[in-house]
């Protein structure tokens, strides 16, 4: 007698290993063996932290430029904060250079005491001049120079063959700077026919 057989199926774990069924598994995989760099929402990240850090770079130079800056101003209150109290001193050394200016070589020379007075007199104005030095006051040195508007105010002008037009030739009242700065202008007198010149370095008057 004859037995039947059933018709041949394919094996369950056969049939999941088909390629139908292995390209999903295969996709998930390469997917997640993908560089993490091809990945937008970490390059939106670091294109978010390459902005913040852009940023912190940014305050960071400005507080330095703030910082600098309140500084400078620091600087510059603490030196000029006397410009009022040198100005009252400049009187004083005006005072001594007048008396200095009255005695002359002779009178100094026929009567001894008073050169001891003009001596004494000297030092101290010396002593004065050296102590605003040291506070960044300096006389102007105008004798001879052209005349410039931003050191120089004129009182008359006269004339003077041996000397170009627009030369000081005669300093009525000194004028110091502090720091570079006009304190007070020295009030000269000219040669006929001076033009003041320009590009003066000198800050305005404080």
């Known amino acids: 007698m ?9 094996d369950s774990d056969a049939a999941e290993n088909t390629p139908e069924t292995e ?11 993908a560089p993490a760099g091809d990945d937008p929402r970490i390059a939106a990240l670091e294109e978010q932290l390459a902005d913040m850090k852009d940023r912190l770079l940014r305050a960071m130079a400005e507080t330095e430029n703030i910082r600098k800056r309140s500084e400078r101003e620091k600087q510059d209150t603490a030196k000029f904060a006397v410009s009022s109290f040198a100005k009252s001193l400049l009187s004083v050394a ?9 005695v002359t070589p002779e009178q100094r020379e026929s009567d001894p005491p008073l050169k001891n007075i003009y001596t004494g007199v000297e030092m101290t104005e010396k002593e004065l001049l ?3 030095e040291k506070e960044g006051i300096k006389k102007i040195d105008a004798m001879d120079k052209p005349f410039d508007p ?13 000397k170009p037009p627009g030369t000081v030739i005669q300093v009525i009242e000194d004028g110091y700077t502090i720091f570079e700065r006009l ?13 003041p010149e320009e590009g003066s370095t000198v800050d305005q008057e404080v």
């Open 2 to 10: 004859t037995q039947s057989t059933s018709p041949h199926k394919p």
């Open 23 to 33: 390209a999903p598994e295969a996709a998930a995989a390469q997917a997640d063996e």
């Open 94 to 102: 005006d005072n001594l250079s007048r008396a200095l200016a009255a």
């Open 130 to 132: 050296r102590a605003l």
């Open 150 to 162: 931003n050191l120089h105010e004129v009182m008359f002008e006269g004339e003077a063959a041996d």
């Open 183 to 195: 304190l007070r202008p020295a009030r000269v007198g000219v040669s006929k026919g001076g033009v």
